[in-house]
């Protein structure tokens, strides 16, 4: 099994363009979420899913959409990027809710010029 | 406010040296705590959890935290690191709402050999 699978693994954007992360599990899990890594900021919550058709806020969710019209995939989507998005994505899915910890992928990293 | 604070940015050690990362929660009801390890240019993996139970948790590669409920902490412990053991590591909890996980900013430790 893949486990949790990310794309692109890096991208340099211009200010102002617009792109989509993919993330894709083949565990059947529920839950899926978006975080960003900064340094010296941990990992910071900005979108995540209970289940396919949802999707909720976390902690930095301006400047950014996310979709999940298929329980495997989680889709987030930069419209107008900005220097301040320049990180790196994690994404990650879990079973059961959280109880049993998260499946990470391998990261994006994003840069923003 | 619901947060996970980690009060060590960067922990320098000697191999066989002890180790013991503080992190401390802020919230109250149902607490499901975390420790993920990140080696560099990957994604986190879960080094250990509690949920209930028997305090102190056994984790992988010799690692073990301990649950002190008065105290508000769960510090991750190792009798006697290895240079392998140089990564970052991440302290989470569940947020009050059970959906997702709060991570702590993360300790970088370095193990010269």
């Known amino acids: 099994n893949a486990g949790v699978t990310q794309t692109p693994k890096f991208r340099v954007l211009k200010t102002g363009q617009s792109m989509t992360l993919l993330c894709a599990q083949d565990m059947n899990h529920e839950y899926m979420y978006w975080y960003r890594q900064d340094p010296g900021m941990g990992l910071r919550l900005i979108h995540y899913s209970v289940g396919e058709g949802t999707t909720a806020k976390g902690e930095v969710p301006d400047g950014y959409n996310v979709s999940r019209l298929k329980k495997q995939n989680f889709l987030l989507g930069l419209e107008s990027a900005a220097p301040s998005q320049t990180s790196v994505y994690f994404c990650?899915?879990?079973?059961?809710?959280?109880?049993?910890?998260?499946?990470f992928g391998s990261g994006t990293r994003l840069t923003v010029v | 406010a619901q947060s996970v604070s980690q009060h060590n940015h960067h922990v320098i050690l000697s191999e066989a040296a002890s180790l013991e990362l503080g992190c401390n929660y802020s919230?109250?009801?149902?607490?499901?705590l975390f420790w993920y390890v990140q080696y560099p240019g990957q994604h986190l993996q879960l080094l250990l959890k509690y949920f209930s139970g028997d305090p102190l948790v056994k984790g992988i590669k010799g690692f073990e935290a301990e649950f002190i409920k008065s105290k508000f902490s769960f510090n991750l412990r190792k009798p006697s690191v290895q240079w392998s053991d140089t990564a970052e590591y991440f302290c989470?909890?569940?947020?009050?709402?059970?959906?997702?996980?709060?991570f702590g900013k993360g300790t970088t430790l370095s193990v010269s050999s």
């Open positions: 990650a899915s879990s079973n059961q809710g959280t109880n049993y910890g998260y499946t």
């Open positions: 989470a909890g569940l947020n009050q709402a059970g959906t997702a996980l709060i």
């Open positions: 919230y109250g009801g149902t607490v499901n």
